[in-house]
């Protein structure tokens, strides 16, 4: 089990702090509200001014990918694990997530597949506590879990169709990133991955409903970036635009969509879920250190 028996001094809590963050949450130094740096420098960063290889490498850390039985979550895990992570994968369907756990495995990490639904707080609460009992520790969350079950005006959706989509896509990223905080504040160090999309930035025909959650997503990662950077925890979120995934099928499937997409991408072609999982491992490591509140956007230049 990884060693999580010193942790950095979590005991001195700032009222407006508290406030802030909940009860038990504190700056991770004795001094308040001083920030400890979430590098190692001597150990990550080489003396010539080089960048190392070893900022990349997350070895000894622990992460926990939602939506990960497939698609840019399946990559995520499998990229992270191969950067030297544990990885914790979580879905509604137990026999996709054992599949990505035994490929884990065999790169020579540990591995859990934990079914969970991503929207309900009981199974959150479930989840967190199923992985920081098996691994003693949390270092990296990707909120990947989504879905979008309506493509039409917001004119025409449904309150039940609405309510599904916010409450997977938004109400569920902040619940796991509040379960998330209280896991990684002892450590004096985090990163949570929000995936997001270029839906968020702007308005998307037909993905109305999509859209405005995943705006919200990216306005989330904003606040907790300032929220969490006191604790050492670091809040980012990706947008894709057009990645080849079961997910996104019903559009890179279509001939009239895809073609207006290729027209308008300087790179002229849809993305791939390793190229995501590449920026995930990027945010995840000590090579993001000074990035917070930010979102990356992948989209070939669609939107330059």
């Avoid at 009860?23 to 001094?31: D, H, K």
């Avoid at 591995?111 to 479930?126: K, Q, S, Y």
Wanted: charged share 20%; net charge positive.
């Amino acid at each position: 089990m990884p060693d999580c028996s010193a942790p950095r001094d979590a005991t001195s809590t700032d009222p407006t702090l508290s406030r802030a963050w909940g009860v038990g949450l504190a700056p991770p130094s004795g001094r308040r509200g001083a920030v400890r740096p979430a590098v190692d420098s001597a150990a990550r960063l080489d003396l010539n001014g080089r960048v190392s290889d070893s900022q990349f490498r997350l070895d000894g850390r622990v992460a926990l990918v939602t939506g990960g039985s497939r698609g840019i979550g399946r990559a995520a895990a499998l990229g992270l694990a191969q950067a030297g992570a544990d990885v914790a994968v979580a879905a509604r369907k137990p026999q996709d997530l054992e599949q990505v756990a035994a490929k884990i495995r065999a790169l020579g990490r540990r591995a859990l597949a934990v079914p969970a639904h991503l929207g309900r707080r009981d199974d959150i609460d479930r989840l967190f506590q199923t992985v920081t009992d098996a691994f003693g520790r949390l270092d990296v969350l990707v909120n990947n879990a989504g879905t979008n079950p309506f493509f039409g005006p917001l004119l025409e959706i449904d309150e039940d169709a609405w309510d599904r989509i916010m409450t997977l896509n938004v109400k569920g990223y902040l619940l796991a990133a509040q379960r998330a905080a209280r896991a990684m504040a002892p450590l004096g160090r985090g990163a949570i991955i929000n995936v997001a999309s270029t839906a968020g930035l702007r308005a998307s025909a037909g993905l109305g409903a999509y859209s405005v959650s995943k705006a919200a997503v990216i306005m989330l990662t904003r606040v907790l970036g300032r929220e969490l950077a006191p604790l050492g925890v670091r809040v980012n979120a990706i947008a894709p635009a057009i990645i080849e995934t079961r997910f996104s099928e019903a559009l890179w499937k279509n001939p009239e969509i895809l073609s207006a997409y290729l027209k308008s991408t300087p790179l002229g072609r849809v993305g791939q879920p390793e190229e995501v999982a590449g920026a995930v491992v990027y945010l995840a490591s000590d090579a993001s250190s000074y990035v917070t509140g930010h979102t990356l956007v992948m989209d070939g230049g669609n939107i330059a």
